[in-house]
């Protein structure tokens, strides 16, 4: 019963709507760790898909699924005392609907068949609107309406793109099931034209809710306006779902032979998406905004990655784990920011480094981490998707990635030194406690440990899901 | 038969340009209701969609129920509850969207006809139908101000891509991909914006998404 993975939190989460919020918290916490156990038995392959036609365990969602159990541990962790301290109106629903999130977050990862991959993330816009909208302010609503706005425009447009799939399957003449795992073994014999039509659409709607540039629009501000522990869900999870879908079409172009092509496109978005994130962090009065421009441009480093291809694959399926990882944490930290200071806004905060020792320690190592310092993870990651880059020979948009890196760091770390070290007269309103410290600190750990010993499974299970498209450590 | 499919998608192409033309919300909401319908029955009328069985007829119908009567039943009552009867300062104005759609029209032309080799069956028209709705129902979301114009924009783009997985799919197992595919869009479009049209009336006086522009670099 593979299908557990999801079925669970959907029960979870049904029973945290309906009771009090006392209990729901306990469900949240029961829910996220059976959840991890689930994910972890589907690790060791002790679970097969009871429906194969629709659900399988492909490497790729195998990895999107631990990254995004793992971090839903945490963060729930995190939320349960959030939740005490910020005296939520609606804090049944706000858990209902993590659990929601979390199950058609699962059903993304394991989605094997066209249709049910694309109900599965248009699901996940339909349950994380709620948990944007909590704050019922102006701000949230205007977030809201933007995110399901243009994420729906977005999912209309993958599923065209989907269409045109089917329609290059009708054209090839081609007779198997609508599945991934059928489709890339055949891919040779799909037609061509509609397979490309299909694969930028898929793009264009996926890559809406990835948050590349230009469609990243919805981005900043729903992550801003969510509440941190949904942030952060938003951040580390819901990306690299939607990364996914667009990932499988990109490995049904590359079986097609038309690799080269959906490989350029992956790299101009990427770099799109690094150069606007660039630009905007430079500047950026609201440092919740400044984390979510931050997501955008690892998106775009994941993109480029995979478009580069070879070692630079490996180093953007790194980079997937190790950006949830460090960009989770690192909201929780600024939620410990935004519950003692009050505001968003960097000029108003300053002296972290002595008024929160503790979330300063997180937020300053996440933001050391996000910026590709050692010994955190994406150090490495980026490395090797600059060596890959410098390999096959792609030098303007390597020079182009190095810049925007750098770009990055500057705006960031201006930020950040203000924040933690500037004078302020902001009074703190709600002091830090353990609960809210300890899970952006073990999430920083585990990247910091993946780092220097990546578990042979894990290891295995990467090169598996880029070997597909001609991804490989030594290639 | 033929003709009378035909004939179904003039009127559909008159509906997208009716509406492009139309500012009185509440026609606007009839006109989605008379296009939801035509476009749900527009398969039925199709050479390759002639055996039908019993549950793609169910289906039909209930697509029917919901693109003709469900949606603009609720389009209807979130028009009486912000109360305000029309569009009033479009951002492309009437007649420049009439003309704006003739010149749609013109284009799907073109491009079905660069697509035409790769074409399964002769449908030409039901293509040129469906790229229609669907470039009027972005250009509707994009040039008009109120929230529940840009919800019925996005209503004819989603009309526009049921048309243009209708015109594409050959086998019926492509065929109930279509539907459900469009089923669940139609849900999920229609519940979460409901509500947030819900509550940006009570959050502002006037459900004109001009105002929600606080959030921006």
Redesign the interface.
């Known amino acids: 019963m593979l299908e557990l993975v999801f079925i669970l939190p959907i029960l979870a989460g049904i029973m945290a709507s309906f009771l009090p919020a006392q209990l729901g918290r306990g469900v949240l916490l029961v829910a996220a760790l059976l959840h991890l156990q689930i994910t972890a038995m589907a690790w060791l392959g002790k679970l097969d898909p009871s429906l194969p036609a629709y659900f399988s365990t492909a490497p790729e969602g195998m990895l999107v699924l631990l990254v995004t159990s793992f971090i839903f541990l945490f963060i729930s962790i995190y939320a349960v005392s959030y939740m005490k301290e910020t005296q939520m109106d609606n804090e049944p629903i706000f858990i209902g609907c993590m659990l929601f999130f979390l199950a058609t977050m699962s059903m993304v990862a394991l989605a094997d068949h066209l ?1 049910v991959l ?2 599965a993330i ?1 699901a996940t ?2 349950v994380s ?1 709620p948990l944007i ?1 909590l704050n ?1 302010s ?2 949230a ?6 995110y ?2 243009i994420c ?2 977005g ?2 447009l993958a ?2 793109g ?3 799939i ?2 290059s ?3 090839g003449n081609v007779h198997v099931p ?1 599945t991934f795992s059928s489709l890339v073994a055949v891919a040779s014999q799909l ?1 061509a ?2 397979l490309k039509a299909g694969f930028i659409f898929v793009l264009i709607g996926y890559g809406t809710k990835m948050g590349l540039a230009p469609m990243h629009t919805w981005l ?2 729903a992550h ?2 969510a509440p941190s522990p949904a942030s952060a869900l938003l951040s580390g999870a819901l990306l690299n779902c939607a990364f996914l879908g667009v990932y499988k079409v990109h490995t049904l172009m590359y079986a097609a032979g038309m690799g080269d092509y959906s490989s350029n496109v992956l790299i101009v978005f990427g770099l799109i998406s690094m150069v606007i994130a660039g630009i ?1 962090i430079l500047n ?1 009065p609201d440092y919740k ?1 400044m984390l979510a421009y931050s997501s955008i441009e690892n998106m775009g480093i994941i993109a480029f990655g995979v478009g580069i291809g070879g070692l630079a694959t490996y180093g953007a399926m790194l980079h997937l784990i190790h950006h949830s990882l460090i960009k989770s944490s690192l909201f929780l930290s600024a939620g410990n920011i935004l519950l003692g200071y009050g505001t968003k806004l960097v000029n108003k905060i300053g002296n972290m480094a002595k008024l929160f020792p503790k979330s300063f320690g997180t937020f300053f190592a996440g933001f050391a981490g996000i910026s590709g310092f050692p010994p955190f993870g994406i150090f490495i990651s980026e490395l090797l998707i600059i060596i890959g880059a410098f390999r096959t020979g792609h030098y303007v948009s390597v020079s182009i990635f190095i810049f925007c890196l750098i770009l990055i760091f500057a705006g960031a770390s201006r930020i950040v030194m203000r924040m933690s070290f500037a004078a302020t007269d902001q009074p703190v309103l709600v002091e830090e406690k353990m609960m809210r410290v300890v899970p952006s600190f073990i999430l920083l750990l585990t990247s910091l440990v993946l780092c220097v010993w990546l578990p042979e499974d894990l290891y295995q299970t990467i090169i598996n899901a880029i070997s597909v498209i001609g991804g490989a450590v030594n290639g | 038969m033929i003709q009378l499919a035909d004939a179904i998608l003039a009127v559909v192409l008159l509906t997208v340009l009716l509406s492009l033309g139309s500012n009185r919300l509440m026609a606007l909401v009839k006109i989605m209701a008379l296009q939801g319908i035509m476009v749900s029955i527009t398969p039925l009328f199709l050479e390759h969609h002639q055996n039908l069985e019993g549950s793609a007829l169910l289906l039909f119908q209930v697509m029917i129920l919901i693109k003709g009567l469900l949606i603009p039943g609720f389009l209807i009552m979130a028009v009486k509850k912000v109360s305000i009867q029309r569009e009033i300062e479009p951002i492309i104005g009437y007649h420049a969207s009439i003309f704006a759609g003739l010149g749609l029209i013109l284009l799907s032309a073109f491009i079905t006809d660069k697509l035409h080799l790769s074409m399964p069956g002769d449908h030409a028209l039901l293509l040129i139908t469906a790229i229609t709705t669907l470039a009027a129902g972005l250009f509707l979301m994009m040039s008009r101000t109120k929230a529940i114009t840009q919800v019925i924009g996005y209503l004819m783009m989603e009309n526009g891509i049921y048309l243009i997985g209708t015109a594409l799919a050959k086998q019926t197992h492509t065929m109930y991909v279509v539907e459900f595919g469009v089923l669940l869009d139609l849900l999920v479009a229609i519940m979460i914006m409901g509500i947030i049209l819900h509550n940006i009336n009570s959050a502002f006086d006037d459900v004109d998404t001009a105002l929600l522009d606080q959030l921006k670099d």
């Open positions: 249709i694309w109900i248009e816009t339909l609107a909208f019922r102006k701000a609503l205007e977030a809201t309406w933007k399901v706005l729906s425009v999912i209309a599923l065209l989907s269409f045109f089917t329609l399957m009708d054209l609508l037609d034209i509609w900043p501000d801003s306006q905007f950026q905004r």
